[in-house]
């Protein structure tokens, strides 16, 4: 089965600064820590003009959108996730997406490259063993902010038209 790595797609204006009026606790954020979070929650962004909200934000954390979101529960039907809407005060432009609990796999393969620093992947390779029940997860001890879809949820994700998504094949071992 082929995997994909899923990221928000380049050189689209879509939403910055989100959070700027602080009103998640960026630490919360960072470690992902929904949980801890009521299950509605309003932050301020920035929205450019002519802007675009795509169906995944990855920056400073990944939010999704509805349709994603009911994309991943039909392959994760007990997966925890909160809404958020994200707000720009001054234009009054609004958009609801999601965080969700997206599993952290550790399936790294002993075949990844890494650069000559030796703390940065540069050809990443999945442990096919590790990922075979899952149809999208995060990949643990993976710095980037994105997730891993198996051909058929990425075929599901697409039917339903989500846009603004840069999808990669990911080498399995």
């Not at 920035?46 to 169906?55: H, L, S, T, W």
């Not at 050809?123 to 075979?132: C, E, H, M, P, Q």
């Amino acid at each position: 089965m082929k995997y994909f790595l899923i990221e928000t797609g380049e050189g689209n204006r879509i939403p910055c600064r989100i959070n700027k009026n602080q009103g998640i606790e960026s630490r919360i954020l960072v470690n992902e820590d929904i949980q801890k979070l009521p299950m509605w929650n309003i932050v301020e962004m920035e929205f450019p003009v002519e802007g675009f909200f795509p169906d995944m934000l990855c920056s400073p954390c990944i939010m999704i959108s509805r349709r994603f979101m009911e994309t991943v529960r039909m392959y994760h039907e007990g997966i925890y996730y909160r809404g958020i809407k994200l707000w720009d005060r001054e234009s009054g432009v609004n958009e609801t997406y999601f965080w969700a609990g997206f599993e952290k796999v550790q399936c790294l393969s002993d075949k990844c490259r890494f650069n000559s620093v030796g703390n940065r992947i540069v050809d990443l390779v999945l442990d096919a063993d590790k990922i075979s029940s899952y149809a999208v997860f995060r990949i643990k001890d993976y710095k980037e902010n994105c997730i891993v879809g198996r051909l058929d949820f990425v075929e599901s994700l697409l039917r339903r038209g989500v846009e603004g998504i840069k999808l990669t094949e990911v080498q399995k071992s």
